[in-house]
Structure formats: structure tokens, C-alpha cells
């Protein structure tokens, strides 16, 4: 696949010379696709391979923004875009703090986010590996049926440029799959059936790890077979490590200096309080070329860099783009993000980590007398309030009793608060695991979480 950023660059500049006096103006291009395989019973379920390009114009004059966007890059189309972002202004509420992101001299990590060989991967062989995925989950326990397997990918190139003096291009690639699973047992009113999944990332299709993802679909589901309703109790909780990605994932909205300056976040007015138990170093890195969101620029064009936001349990910084950064009296963090063309840039963590401990799941297990591992749980998002931090989720999982796995378990819930279950947390496990979305995941015992069942 050709390299195209220059050209894109070169677009966004050429929109950013017709700029007139007083005005700020940022252009941003891009070009990318995505495919989309799910396979069942050795058939092709469903097929998506699309492409989109176009451009986003933001407009500024006298504190009042205007915005528009087009889906294609065509000269006499841009110029319409442009038009329309500068109409938009006049409809815009005065702000003294908008503007557009400045250089801040933070150099950009040089990292590898471009794979030749995914690029090159023919629709056949992408169409394989979800059939190899199948096959290979199904072959493993006679209890278990494949729902689906899936393989997907995604490309961009982008560009932007500011009368601000910002100018950064580039482009990235990445794929994984992931496969679904039934296991049954039982017949009658007697019969039931849970659900398991497995998945597997990578920068190219090599890279995936099929085993691994089938084995881990067929545990998730077999697992559970057999769960009843547990008693209602105060316990110690082990985190799966696809929880915690979840787990990490709520905590980062309430990190958001958006959030913040709106009076929204728990932690808000905290920064240098200690948060969290000493064994939490919490790292937004998206120079980390293992995670899947690894990236060099943020969505303004700001070079992406490490940023420490919880430290041996003390809150030391919230992220933010410029936007925030201005409203909070303080500097961008780099970590504006942009879900396209037809978007202006909002604020969140790019890849979020807890710092591992030295130990894994199965270590951890060993030496907890008394417990549940959490293999799952619905409705986290919904669950929680990121203003007082109340928390509570339906969850599924294991007991765990002098060092073994014991009976699965369903249909109960776990309640603490946010605050509560940071300070709470008693070990991090080894088992970092980059998944694809802005969270890692890894065990995590959290003490003292009412589980509510019978």
C-alpha cells in the first residue's frame, strides 16, 4: 500500500495558508479502512472491507469556534468545508479558553506503528485465520460449541496542521482475532449453557496467537458450568485480568480533566492526596510499542508521552488536550483523542496500566485462604458513578478456598466504591496482557468487597 501522508500533509497545509487575519484555523486529513470477518461452521457469516477519507476544519475568531467536515478530499469540496466551518463561527458561544493546541517542544517516541505485512495480508488468508480459529475451538471439548470467530483489522493515515504552527502526519495498522463459545451440559430443565471468549492481538497476523485465544475461549466458558447463586459475604476479590482492563477503563473517566474542571470526576481538587493503596502505579504510555493503542501523536498533533497518574498510591496528574489543559490552569498532557475526520478533539487516556507485580494468577491464587476470582461482569460502565464513586456490577466466577479453584458462581453482585476498592487493592499481578482497547489487563486482589448473593 502506498505511503500517502505527505499528500494528506500537503493538503492540510494548503487549507491552513488561506487562513485570514484573526483567525485560527486547524485542518485535519485522513485516509484509512477496516476489515471485518465472522466465521460459522466453517462459513463466512459476515464480510466487511471499507474505506474512508475526508477532512475536519476547525474555525476560531474571537473566542467563538465553528466546525465542519467533509467525506472526501477533493480541492473544490474542501473549500466548501471551509466556507462552512467559517459560517459556523457566528453560531458559536463566546469561551476565553478555546484554542487551538501550541508546540511545547515535547519531542515525539519514535516507534514502529506501520506493518508492511499486514497491509499486504490477502483476503483469503484473513478469511483463514478465522476458519483456523474455529476449527481449532472446536476441537478442543466435546461440551463446547463455537458462537463465532472473527478476524479484524485497521489502517489510517492522517495529517494535521494549525496557524498555531502544528504539523504531524502519520500512519498505523493493527489486527486481532477473537472467538466466542457455548459449552452446554445437562438436559431438560436441568440444561445449561455459558458463554466463554478468547482473542488474540497483534501488529500482523503472524504475530497472533491462535492456541492460546481457543484455550482460553473453551476455559471461560467451561468454567462456569454448574454455577449456582453464592452466599451473600465480605471477601477478597481476584480480578481476571479482562476485568481489570474494564476496571481500569472506569477509573480513567474519573482521571479525565474534562471531567474534572466540570466538577464531574471523585477526584477532582485531590491531586498530591494519596488514593490508592502504595502498590498502585497507575501509567497512561502510549510510547509503549506493546499496546495495541500505541501511538506518537495525540489527536492535536502533540507528541503522545508517558504520563504517571497515580503513583505509589498518590494522585500526581489528570490528562488533558489543550482545550482542558486552559480550562484547568495547567499544560496538555498529550492526550487529546479524535475518532475521525468528522469529530473535533475530546480528552481520555490513550493506554492504561497498572505497573505488574511479581507475581500471577496462579501464584496468587495459591495463597488466598478465602476468595472469588471474577471471571466476569455485566454492566460495569452503567454500575458505577464517577461522582461519588459508588460501585456495583453483576459478576460471574469462581470460589477460591485454601489455595484452590472451587465451585463457579453467578448471579450476584459486587459493591464497594471507586475510592474504597483503590485503597483496597492488595497485590498486582504479574500477567500484563495488551488488549485491544485503551486498557491493559492483569490480576488484581482487591480485600474487603461485599458480594451479594443468597
Known sequence: MRDTTEELQA???RVVERADPGEQIEAFVSRGGETEVRVYEGDVEHFVS????????RVIREGRTGFAYGGTLDEPAIGEVLAEARDNVAFGTVDDHSGLAEPDGVASTEQVLWNDALAQCATDDKIDLAKQLEKLTAGRDPRVRVDDANYADSWGESAVASTRGIRRSGRENGCYVSVSTLADEGEGDAAETQTGFGFSVGREPSEFDLDRA??????????????????????????????????????????NGDAVVKGRSLFAERLGDEVASPLVTLVDDPTNPEAYTATDVDGEGLAARRNVLIEDGVLRRFVHNSYSARRAG????????????????????????????????????????DGLLVQQVQ????????????????????????????????EFTIASTLQRMLLDIVEVGSDLDWLPMRSAGMTLVISGVKMSGN
Open 11 to 13: 493538503l492540510a497545509d
Open 50 to 57: 471499507a474505506q474512508a477519507e475526508g477532512i475536519g476544519i
Open 214 to 255: 481457543s484455550r482460553e475461549a473453551v476455559e471461560r466458558a467451561t468454567r462456569l458450568l454448574g454455577a449456582t447463586k453464592p452466599r451473600s459475604r465480605t471477601t477478597t476479590v481476584v480480578l481476571d485480568p479482562f476485568v481489570t482492563a474494564q476496571f481500569l477503563g472506569v477509573i480513567s473517566s474519573t482521571l
Open 330 to 369: 495547567t499544560t496538555s498532557t498529550g492526550n487529546a483523542i479524535r475518532g475521525g475526520f468528522a469529530g473535533t478533539p475530546g480528552v481520555g487516556c490513550l493506554a492504561l496500566s497498572l505497573a505488574p507485580g511479581s507475581r500471577d494468577q496462579g501464584a496468587i491464587v495459591a495463597d488466598l485462604d
Open 379 to 410: 454492566g460495569l460502565h452503567s454500575g458505577v458513578n464517577p461522582i461519588s464513586g459508588d460501585f456495583s456490577t453483576g459478576a460471574a466466577g469462581l470460589l477460591v478456598s485454601n489455595g484452590e479453584i472451587g465451585a463457579p458462581v453467578r
